[in-house]
Structure formats: structure tokens, C-alpha cells
């Protein structure tokens, strides 16, 4: 479904991904792992238009999907959240879900028909999907760091995606909230079909929920397997674990 070849960007002469590669099937939950500064964000970037690649392909569904802009990748059926927390804070849970919805129609005010009384039951759908229901008149300032990351992905699901793409969805959740995202993502594929592109740092979580695993290490891909190929590489093991010896988990 998704298709990455020798993608590479550079700031400043620092080659932040530097020829990458990473291929999803339809139906996946694929994720991308490395340290800090691996250049994952970048890749992530670069696939969904936020930023344009110096080199490379990304090939969605057998199309070019190379250097277009957001708005048209999320029209061609990707959607993303981000690392860092990115709603609408004096907007209502609801608004935020809804206007993103509205986006995708293209549909703004207009005499005959308020936005207040447009797509409420898509809305509302989403909002039960994600289990955000219960909280939906609130502000997004109102919300914990959990429910906020969570509404990043209903927002996501407002797009109406085959493919999401989330960049660290359980950052900063208590454990309580981690467990609950993690059964979301599990709900989302096995529910709404979706395909998944995610990065994460929490290993058990990366193992417990995926079926491939791509392992990134200053802007290159080390490897893309199954958990246990990953889970045994050498490769890995010296340049992302620090040389240990001993199998991930
Ligand atoms: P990761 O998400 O794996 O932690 P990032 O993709 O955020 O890594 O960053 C990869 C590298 O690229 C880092 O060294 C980061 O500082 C650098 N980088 C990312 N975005 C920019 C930018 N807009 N300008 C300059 N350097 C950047
Ligand atoms: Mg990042």
C-alpha cells in the first residue's frame, strides 16, 4: 500500500533521513523504531507533504504521492497525528473532530445550513469509536495529555484515512491511558480495517502490537521484519541497543 525508496533530506548539510526505505501492506500495523533523532519525525514528514524530500519516492496505492502537498496527501486516504499535541484548544472536542470533517468536504458556512448542524453524526461516530464520547462538549484545554493525544487521532479519523500514520501516540500517557490507546490502535485495524504507520518508543508496546517493525538509525532503515527478525539482529542489537548480546525481550 505504501511504498518508500531511498528517501532522503538534509537540513543544513545534515542528512536527517538519508536514503530510507519502508513498505506497508494493506491492513498492517507497521512501526518505525530508533533513538532519539533517528530521523522517524523527518520520515513522517516527509511521506504525509509537510515536508518535501530532496530525493526518493513515496508510492501510495501504486501513485506518486512524492512531494505533494498535506492537503492533497490526506485527500489521496493518509492521515497523521503528531509528536507533539496539535488541536484546536478554546474549540470544543466536538468543533475539533467536525472541522476536520468539514475540510475534507470542502464544505465551509453557508446561509441555508450553520456548521453547527453539519456532520454531527460522523462526528459523534468518531468520537464513540475513540471512546471520547463522554467528554465531547468540553474544551480540548479541558482535557488530560491522554485525551488530547486521543482526539489527535479522531481528528486524524475526521479525514476519513485507509492509512494512519501516528507519531508516538502513547508520548507522556500514564499507563492507564497507554493501555487504553494501545487497544485503540488494535480497534481501528480490526474494526475500521485501517492500515497503521506508527513510531514508538516503548519496546513491549512496538512488540505486542505489530506485525513488522522497520528500525531507522540516523536517517537510514537498518532493517524492516517481522518482530523477530528484529528482535535478532545484530545489527539492531550493536547500533540501536547499545551491543548487547542477549535478544530484545
Ligand atoms: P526522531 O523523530 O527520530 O527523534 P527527527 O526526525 O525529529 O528524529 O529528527 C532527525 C534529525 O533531524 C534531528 O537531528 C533533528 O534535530 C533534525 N531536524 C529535524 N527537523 C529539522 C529542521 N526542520 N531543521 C533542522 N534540523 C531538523
Ligand atoms: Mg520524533
Known amino acids: ?10 537540513f543544513d548539510g545534515f542528512k536527517a533521513v538519508n536514503g530510507a526505505g519502508l513498505s506497508v501492506k494493506e491492513g498492517e500495523v507497521v ?21 518535501k524530500p530532496d530525493a526518493g519516492k513515496v508510492l501510495f496505492k501504486g501513485q506518486d504521492i512524492t ?34 470533517i468539514l475540510s475534507r468536504e ?17 462526528t459523534d461516530r468518531i468520537l464513540q469509536n475513540v471512546g471520547l464520547i463522554d467528554v465531547r462538549d468540553k474544551t ?10 486521543v482526539l489527535e487521532i479522531a481528528i486524524a479519523l475526521g479525514g476519513n484515512p485507509e492509512f494512519l500514520i501516528l507519531d508516538e501516540p502513547t508520548a507522556g500517557m500514564s499507563p492507564e491511558e497507554t493501555t487504553r490507546c ?8 480490526e474494526k475500521l480495517g485501517l492500515t497503521i504507520l506508527f513510531c514508538e518508543h516503548d519496546m513491549e508496546i512496538v512488540f505486542s502490537i505489530s506485525d513488522r517493525i522497520m528500525v531507522m538509525v540516523r536517517g537510514s532503515t537498518i532493517i524492516q521484519g517481522t518482530c523477530e527478525d528484529v528482535r535478532c539482529c545484530q545489527e539492531v542489537q550493536d547500533a540501536y541497543l547499545g551491543g548487547s548480546d542477549t535478544c530484545l525481550m
Open 106 to 122: 470542502k464544505k465551509t458556512w453557508n446561509l441555508f445550513t450553520p456548521a453547527s448542524k453539519m456532520a454531527i453524526e460522523e
Open 1 to 10: 500500500m505504501l511504498e518508500v525508496t531511498s528517501l532522503s533530506k538534509s
Open 67 to 100: 512531494g505533494l502537498h498535506p492537503y492533497q496527501v490526506c485527500r489521496k486516504g493518509i492521515s497523521r497525528s503528531f509528536q507533539v499535541v496539535n488541536v484546536f484548544q478554546r474549540r470544543t472536542v466536538f468543533e475539533n473532530v467536525q472541522v476536520s
Open 182 to 189: 494501545i487497544g485503540l490502535i488494535k480497534e481501528l485495524r
Open 31 to 51: 512501526a518505525v523504531i530508533g533513538p532519539n533523532g533517528a530521523g522517524k519525525t523527518t520520515l513522517f514528514n516527509l511521506i504525509t507533504g509537510v515536508i
Open 140 to 149: 480540548s484545554a479541558a482535557l488530560s495529555h491522554g485525551e488530547r493525544k
